[in-house]
T-cell receptor, first 115, second 113 residues
C-alpha cells in the first residue's frame, strides 16, 4: 500500500529565508506526486505536481520540488518565504495504475513565518 | 465561477440526525471524490465516483452514502450522525480516474453535538 511521510509537523522560518519541506513516499510503481497548500479555514490548492519527465518541477507562488527516486523523496522548496506562505502543506501520492483510488496524503507540515 | 463548490460551509447538528452535504463541479470532470479531514488535519479518501459508478469505498461506515444525480454532482449523505463524525469534509474532482490532478472544494465543517 502506498504511504506518505512528512517528518516535520511544524516548521518555523523567518520571512525572507529559504524553505524546504520534506516528503518521503512509499509506492511500488512510478509515483504521481503532489504538493497542496491549505490556508486556515480554506480548501486545498495545488502547488505543483510530478508525473514524469524533468525531476525538478516548478509550481505556483515561487515553489519548486525535486523528485529523487533513489531517496523516495519529493521535497518542496522556496528560496525566500513571505508571511502569506504561512499555512499547512500536504504532500500526496496518486495511484498510477488506473482506477479512482484517490490521493494518499501525508499528515501535513504546519509552516510558521516569523517576522 | 467556482470550480468545485460545496454547501453548506458549516453544519452543526445533533447526534442521531441525518444530514447531507452537496458538491458540484463545473470543470466537466469525470471523477469526483469525498475526503475527510480529522481534527489533526489528516486527510483520508472516503469515496470516489467515476461515470456514476462507485469506484472505491474505504473503511467508511455504511451510514455514509455518496449519491451522484449527474456527472457534475456528488452529494454525501450521513445517517445517524455520531460525535466521531465531526470533521471537515472535502469534495474534489479530476478529469480522469487514476492519478490525475484533483481540484478541491472549500470544505464543509461538520460539528456533531
Amino acid at each position: 500500500a502506498q504511504s506518505v511521510t512528512q517528518p516535520d509537523i511544524h516548521i518555523t522560518v523567518s520571512e525572507g529565508a529559504s524553505l524546504e519541506l520534506r516528503c518521503n513516499y512509499s509506492y511500488g510503481a512510478t509515483p504521481y506526486l503532489f504538493w497542496y497548500v491549505q490556508s486556515p479555514g480554506q480548501g486545498l490548492q495545488l502547488l505543483l505536481k510530478y508525473f514524469s519527465g524533468d525531476t525538478l518541477v516548478q509550481g505556483i507562488k515561487g515553489f519548486e520540488a525535486e523528485f529523487k527516486r533513489s531517496q523516495s523523496s519529493f521535497n518542496l522548496r522556496k528560496p525566500s518565504v513571505h508571511w502569506s506562505d504561512a499555512a499547512e502543506y500536504f504532500c500526496a501520492v496518486g495511484h498510477s495504475g488506473g482506477g479512482a483510488d484517490g490521493l494518499t496524503f501525508g499528515k501535513g507540515t504546519h509552516l510558521i513565518i516569523q517576522p | 465561477d467556482t470550480a468545485v463548490s460545496q454547501t453548506p460551509k458549516y453544519l452543526v447538528t445533533q447526534m442521531g440526525n441525518d444530514k447531507s452535504i452537496k458538491c458540484e463541479q463545473n470543470l466537466g470532470h469525470d471523477t469526483m471524490y469525498w475526503y475527510k479531514q480529522d481534527s489533526k488535519k489528516f486527510l483520508k479518501i472516503m469515496f470516489s465516483y467515476n461515470n456514476k459508478e462507485l469506484i472505491i469505498n474505504e473503511t467508511v461506515p455504511n451510514r455514509f452514502s455518496p449519491k451522484s444525480p449527474d456527472k457534475a454532482h456528488l452529494n454525501l449523505h450521513i445517517n445517524s450522525l455520531e460525535l466521531g463524525d465531526s470533521a471537515v469534509y472535502f469534495c474534489a474532482s479530476s478529469q480522469d480516474a487514476g492519478a490525475d490532478t484533483q481540484y478541491f472544494g472549500p470544505g464543509t465543517r461538520l460539528t456533531v453535538l
